[in-house]
């Protein structure tokens, strides 16, 4: 069955530095997305991606944040200088395009990201 | 406001028994899809069942069901013949509006334990 994928399933970072999170979504899928999960708290849309561009970003997603799928197969978050509150599980999701509100979102298994 | 409230932030319950976790939304878009996503241990996103808001009937995917209320705005999941490793973290999703591209909303979430 086919499935979303993330690497590194782990990453520990120092403050102040540049980290890049990568995703292979499934290979038919339209629609790209990364959110966040604080630990112990619930997870929050970061962003979506459509057509080579963002479609919609939430408050969190500020100018530390971008996002890129730089060939056919890879989606990724790069965040530009890491804080303490980045620290959190980063998950990947993709879905088809079928025009209904029902099409589900398929995660990867998540980053955890440590900044130190 | 809260768009999705799930009020049980711990639940346990016996080995074979049934169990029913609680969720409310807020929405004054006609079209939305609720989901129902379990986090293990883990940590990984697991999708197990989905309601679309002009479905007539419940949702049930083997030993889930949801227990769809829309005039109450709810949306509970109910597992039947609980299992060990139902223990996890069980989300409530919503989507809004007409495709499927949006972003999921969840809320804080429920921890089920379930006791042999």
């Known amino acids: 069955e086919p499935e979303v994928t993330q690497t590194p399933s782990h990453q520990v970072t120092q403050m102040g530095q540049e980290v890049i999170l990568r995703c292979v979504p499934i290979?038919?899928?339209?629609?790209f997305y990364w959110y966040r999960q604080i630990l112990g708290q619930k997870v929050e849309f970061l962003v979506s991606f459509y057509n080579n561009e963002i479609s919609e970003k939430s408050e969190i997603f500020d100018d530390q944040f971008s996002v890129e799928r730089p060939d056919g197969s890879n989606f990724t978050l790069k965040i530009r200088s890491t804080k303490l509150e980045d620290s959190a599980m980063y998950f990947c999701?993709?879905?088809?395009?079928?025009?209904?509100?029902?099409?589900?979102?398929?995660f990867g298994p998540g980053t955890r990201l440590t900044v130190l | 406001a809260q768009k999705i409230t799930q009020t049980q932030p711990g639940m346990f319950v016996q080995e074979k028994e049934a169990v029913t976790l609680d969720c409310t939304y807020d929405t004054s878009d006609p079209s939305y899809g609720l989901f129902w996503y379990k986090q293990p241990s883990s940590g990984e996103m697991i999708f197990l069942i989905y309601q679309g808001s002009y479905d007539q009937q419940n949702a049930t995917e083997g030993r889930y069901s949801l227990n769809f209320q829309k005039a109450r705005k709810s949306a509970n999941l109910v597992i039947s013949a609980s299992q060990l490793g139902d223990s996890a973290m069980y989300f409530c999703?919503?989507?809004?509006?007409?495709?499927?591209?949006?972003?999921?909303?969840f809320g804080k979430g429920t921890r089920l334990s379930v006791i042999a």
């Open positions: 999703a919503m989507r809004e509006g007409e495709t499927g591209n949006t972003p999921l909303v």
């Open positions: 999701a993709s879905s088809d395009y079928r025009g209904l509100a029902g099409v589900e979102q398929f």
């Open positions: 290979s038919n899928h339209l629609y």
